[in-house]
Structures are given as structure tokens and as C-alpha cells.
């Protein structure tokens, strides 16, 4: 498996057959030939219920594109007040599926032989079933994918919790199906963590990736701006003046804590995390003009960066940890600039426009996601390589599109819109299609999409 998935296997085509299922798959391409029932799938992973038959599928990577899997999706039965959530874990699973791009599903509303046909004819080889109960504040999920064919358990997963715990077990099951059928993580239980100012102050607030569960984090009445998860989702670092002057605060999800996480002289913004090795890098006016500075996470001494004299801001890591992509203004307008991990090796990536802003990269290394001012003066996201070359616009129209963010599969956006007239927070496939809005409250900016 392990020459399957490498780096090779992702930029060219290749044909690999084997004789389990389609745990196989990974993110390139994938067109599945099969002569076979898909519960012969083994699930590999220690999920499946029954045991699996031998066959062989053959999977044809010959496109850079994942291909899409079509599914039957059945409506989800429930025991008990079904009006106990105002959502049913079917409808949840099914955006989830949908949004992610790999599936296709086959709607209906139980199983029969006249769906059974129609499924198929559609190219399904499985469906997904469930069930759900409520016993007080408690609840019970069953999710199943069943083979069409010989009506065998290719996957089956139970939850049990309280009932504001039945969204996350539906996204559980969506991330147990993306696993299982393509071999990655899914990414139905990220979050996306931006700024609101709903009630006239700037506050730090999280939603679950579908615009669900939305809580505010900081409720200090005071300006609070561009935050940035750390450690996975387990903690957000952001600018805040609480007390002041503009310093950075953690909120730690793990102890509940949410404080000044360290103080120097000047304002320090614009955070981005390091997994790699474990430290963030930041603009900060600790020496006068705002520079790029790098620290090690949570402790230790800051590095500067950049020397020009210029604003040097928004720093964003390359997914390996060896560089730093950020906006400086040197050369008279903000522009494109990528530089080593320790300052050198720095080069503009962009030379013409007026205007760029908040580079994101990808969790994949090959694109940088930016906002940039057009002809007609509106902001619109574009991504383009490492390089500078191959822009690609993503958005167009009036108004402001601004503050990229990519999903840790790299599949999908986040960015800030004033499309509908206030701001709110939108996404989008990494090619600019299926742009939609997931907040609807106004006065929305700034999202950060959080790891897995």
C-alpha cells in the first residue's frame, strides 16, 4: 500500500490492482473497475462486521482529480420525538458527503428492489442506511453501508451520547465512510474558527465546518482579530486588546483556559502554526515597522525575519515547514513574498497588480491561495504555484472576497464574501466551483480552517 499513496503515485498516472477493496484508494485520481459485489471490500481497518469475500478490483488512477464514488442514501429511521434536534443525522451525513466532492448519492426513501434498480443503474454498488433513538437526553446512531447486491455489512458503526452530541457521531460516520473508500481523513469534524461583530465589539468565534454549533470564545467587548488554530483544533491563538495593547491570547480547549499567551512592546498579528516543528510565525511591530518574526511554540525566544523598513505581514508556512509565504510592501505596493525558514533565500512570486493580501498555503504544497484587487477594484481569491505562475481566479463580481483559508485536505476554501451585501463566510472546491455560504448572521470575517 505504502507505494500506492507516496508522493510518486500522486503526480502520474498508474494502475493498481489488488485483492481487497476500495480502502486502496487514495487522492489521486481514481476510476474503480470492478466485476465484483462491493461488501468483498475487507475493511482493514477492523470495521467490518462480517466477514469479507475474496475478489479483485482493479483501480485505474489516470487523472490528477479524485473521481466521485455513487452511493445510494436511504432516509434515516428514528425511534422516538423525532423533532428531539432540529436536524436528522441523515440529512447531516448526506451534506457531508455531498460537500466533499468524492460521492454521488441515490436518494430514497427506504430500499426495495424498484431502488435497488434505479441505484444501480445510477452506478451505485452500496447504499448507506441508519438508524437513531432518543431515551431522555441520550441518543443512539447506527450507520451502516451495505452492499447492494448481497445485502451484506460492508461498515457499521454504533454512537451513543447526549443529544447535542448526535451531530458530531453523523460527522464521525461521514469521516469513517471518506476513510474507508479513499484511504485519507475526512474533514466533516473540522472546524473553522473567524472574527464576528455582531454586537458592535470584535469577538473570536468557532463553528463546526457546515456553519453549525456557532460559539463565541471571547466575550470581552473589545477588538479581537485574526486568529489562528493550533495544535490541530485544540488551541486558537489571535490578536486581541483586552487589556490594552494588542498582544496575543491562547484559548485551550483542553484546560478551558484563555489568556495572554506572551506580551512584548509593539502589536503582534497575523499567526500561522507549524506542525512540522512546532512554532508559529507572526508580524509584530516590537522593533518599530511590522516585521516577520518566528518563535518557537509554546515557549521560547523570537527570531526576526525581515530587515526592509517596510510592512512586512500576513506569514503563512509552507506545508513542510522549510518556507514562509507573506505580503510586504518593499517594492512600493503589497506584493508576493516567499522566503526560507530563517529569512533567506527571500523572492517576490507576484510583480504585477496593485494589491494582494492574506496568502494561505496549501496543505498540499503546490498551491497559495491569496486575495488580490482587480481591474475593477473588487478584492477576489486566486491561487497559483509556489512559483508565482499558473494564477488562477477563483471568484469574480462586486464587493470584497478576501481571507482564504484551505481545508487540511487541500480540497476546499474558506474565505471571507460581501456578496450578499455584509460580510460572510463562504466555501468553495480548490477550483473556485461550488461556492457556498455557511454563515448567515452578517458582520462575519476572517476564517481560519482548523486541522483534523
Same mark, same amino acid.
Given at each position: 500500500?505504502?507505494?500506492?499513496?507516496?508522493?510518486?503515485? +500522486?503526480?502520474?498516472?498508474? /494502475?493498481?490492482?489488488?485483492? $481487497?477493496?476500495?480502502?486502496?484508494? +487514495?487522492?489521486? =485520481?481514481?476510476? #474503480?473497475? /470492478?466485476?465484483?459485489?462491493?461488501?468483498?471490500?475487507?475493511? #482493514?481497518?477492523?470495521?467490518?462486521?462480517?466477514?469479507?469475500?475474496?475478489?479483485?478490483?482493479?483501480?485505474?488512477?489516470?487523472?490528477?482529480?479524485?473521481?466521485?464514488?455513487?452511493?445510494?442514501? /436511504?432516509?434515516?429511521?428514528?425511534?422516538?420525538?423525532?423533532?428531539?434536534?432540529?436536524?436528522?443525522?441523515?440529512?447531516?451525513?448526506?451534506?457531508?458527503?455531498?460537500?466533499? =466532492?468524492?460521492?454521488?448519492?441515490?436518494?430514497?426513501?427506504?430500499?426495495?428492489?424498484?431502488?435497488?434498480?434505479?441505484?444501480?443503474?445510477?452506478?451505485?454498488?452500496?447504499? #448507506?442506511?441508519?438508524?437513531?433513538?432518543?431515551?431522555?437526553?441520550?441518543?443512539?446512531?447506527?450507520?451502516?453501508? *451495505?452492499?447492494?447486491?448481497?445485502?451484506? +455489512?460492508?461498515?457499521?458503526?454504533?454512537?451513543?451520547?447526549?443529544?447535542?452530541?448526535?451531530?458530531?457521531?453523523? %460527522?464521525? $460516520?461521514?469521516?469513517?465512510?471518506?476513510?474507508?473508500?479513499?484511504?485519507?481523513?475526512?474533514?466533516?469534524?473540522?472546524?473553522?474558527?473567524?472574527?464576528?461583530? %455582531?454586537?458592535?465589539?470584535?469577538?473570536?468565534?468557532?463553528?463546526?465546518?457546515?456553519?453549525?454549533?456557532?460559539?463565541?470564545?471571547?466575550?470581552?467587548?473589545?477588538?479581537?482579530?485574526?486568529?489562528?488554530?493550533?495544535?490541530?483544533?485544540?488551541?486558537?491563538?489571535?490578536?486581541?486588546?483586552?487589556?490594552?495593547?494588542?498582544?496575543?491570547?491562547?484559548?485551550?480547549?483542553?484546560?478551558?483556559?484563555?489568556? *495572554?499567551?506572551?506580551?512584548?512592546?509593539?502589536?503582534?498579528?497575523?499567526?500561522?502554526?507549524?506542525?512540522?516543528?512546532?512554532?508559529?510565525?507572526?508580524?509584530?511591530?516590537?522593533?518599530?515597522?511590522?516585521?516577520?518574526?518566528?518563535?518557537? $511554540?509554546?515557549?521560547?525566544?523570537?527570531?526576526?525575519?525581515?530587515?526592509?523598513?517596510?510592512?512586512?505581514?500576513?506569514?503563512?508556512?509552507?506545508?513542510?515547514?522549510?518556507?514562509?509565504?507573506?505580503?510586504?510592501?518593499?517594492?512600493?505596493?503589497?506584493? #508576493?513574498?516567499?522566503?526560507?525558514?530563517?529569512?533567506?533565500?527571500?523572492?517576490? @512570486?507576484? %510583480?504585477?497588480?496593485?494589491?494582494?493580501?492574506?496568502?494561505?498555503?496549501?496543505?498540499?504544497?503546490? +498551491? @497559495?491561495? @491569496?486575495?488580490?484587487?482587480?481591474?475593477?477594484?473588487?478584492?477576489?481569491?486566486?491561487?497559483?504555484?509556489?512559483?508565482?505562475?499558473?494564477?488562477?481566479?477563483?471568484?469574480?463580481?462586486?464587493?470584497?472576497?478576501?481571507?482564504?483559508?484551505?481545508?487540511?485536505?487541500?480540497?476546499?476554501?474558506?474565505?471571507?464574501?460581501?456578496?450578499?451585501?455584509?460580510?460572510?463566510?463562504?466555501?468553495?472546491?480548490?477550483? =473556485?466551483?461550488?461556492?457556498?455560504? *455557511?454563515?448567515?448572521?452578517?458582520?462575519?470575517?476572517?476564517?481560519?480552517?482548523?486541522?483534523?
Amino acid at each position: 500500500m505504502g507505494n500506492v499513496s507516496g508522493p510518486a503515485a +500522486r503526480r502520474s498516472g498508474l /494502475t493498481v490492482a489488488r485483492r $481487497f477493496g476500495l480502502t486502496a484508494a +487514495r487522492h489521486f =485520481g481514481l476510476a #474503480v473497475a /470492478t466485476h465484483f459485489s462491493i461488501a468483498s471490500a475487507l475493511l #482493514v481497518f477492523g470495521l467490518c462486521v462480517l466477514p469479507a469475500r475474496a475478489a479483485d478490483v482493479v483501480i485505474t488512477s489516470e487523472q490528477k482529480a479524485a473521481e466521485t464514488i455513487t452511493l445510494g442514501f /436511504t432516509e434515516f429511521k428514528c425511534t422516538g420525538d423525532v423533532n428531539a434536534v432540529p436536524y436528522t443525522p441523515g440529512a447531516v451525513i448526506t451534506w457531508d458527503l455531498e460537500f466533499s =466532492g468524492r460521492f454521488k448519492l441515490k436518494a430514497a426513501p427506504a430500499f426495495d428492489s424498484t431502488v435497488k434498480a434505479a441505484m444501480k443503474a445510477e452506478g451505485a454498488l452500496a447504499y #448507506v442506511r441508519g438508524a437513531y433513538t432518543f431515551s431522555g437526553d441520550d441518543f443512539t446512531l447506527e450507520c451502516e453501508l *451495505i452492499d447492494i447486491d448481497s445485502g451484506e +455489512r460492508i461498515l457499521g458503526k454504533k454512537y451513543t451520547g447526549k443529544k447535542p452530541d448526535l451531530r458530531v457521531a453523523a %460527522h464521525k $460516520f461521514s469521516d469513517e465512510l471518506v476513510y474507508q473508500l479513499f484511504g485519507e481523513k475526512g474533514i466533516a469534524q473540522t472546524r473553522i474558527v473567524y472574527v464576528n461583530k %455582531h454586537t458592535g465589539n470584535k469577538e473570536v468565534t468557532v463553528m463546526d465546518y457546515d456553519g453549525a454549533n456557532v460559539t463565541e470564545i471571547t466575550k470581552n467587548k473589545s477588538i479581537n482579530l485574526l486568529p489562528c488554530w493550533v495544535e490541530g483544533k485544540s488551541k486558537i491563538l489571535y490578536t486581541s486588546y483586552a487589556a490594552g495593547q494588542p498582544q496575543f491570547y491562547l484559548k485551550d480547549f483542553e484546560t478551558n483556559k484563555n489568556g *495572554i499567551f506572551f506580551t512584548s512592546k509593539g502589536m503582534n498579528t497575523s499567526p500561522s502554526y507549524n506542525k512540522m516543528d512546532k512554532e508559529i510565525v507572526y508580524a509584530s511591530t516590537q522593533d518599530g515597522n511590522a516585521e516577520i518574526y518566528r518563535r518557537p $511554540f509554546p515557549d521560547g525566544k523570537a527570531q526576526r525575519l525581515t530587515f526592509s523598513g517596510s510592512i512586512e505581514t500576513s506569514p503563512s508556512w509552507s506545508p513542510n515547514g522549510y518556507e514562509i509565504v507573506f505580503i510586504s510592501d518593499r517594492s512600493g505596493k503589497p506584493m #508576493v513574498y516567499i522566503m526560507d525558514r530563517d529569512g533567506s533565500n527571500l523572492r517576490a @512570486i507576484t %510583480h504585477d497588480g496593485d494589491y494582494y493580501g492574506s496568502p494561505a498555503w496549501s496543505p498540499k504544497g503546490d +498551491r @497559495i491561495a @491569496i486575495a488580490a484587487m482587480d481591474e475593477g477594484n473588487n478584492m477576489n481569491i486566486m491561487t497559483m504555484s509556489p512559483d508565482g505562475k499558473d494564477p488562477q481566479k477563483l471568484t469574480t463580481g462586486s464587493g470584497s472576497n478576501e481571507n482564504p483559508s484551505w481545508s487540511p485536505d487541500a480540497r476546499h476554501i474558506v474565505f471571507m464574501s460581501t456578496r450578499t451585501g455584509g460580510s460572510e463566510i463562504f466555501m468553495m472546491d480548490a477550483d =473556485g466551483k461550488n461556492q457556498k455560504r *455557511i454563515s448567515f448572521s452578517g458582520n462575519n470575517f476572517m476564517p481560519k480552517w482548523s486541522d483534523y
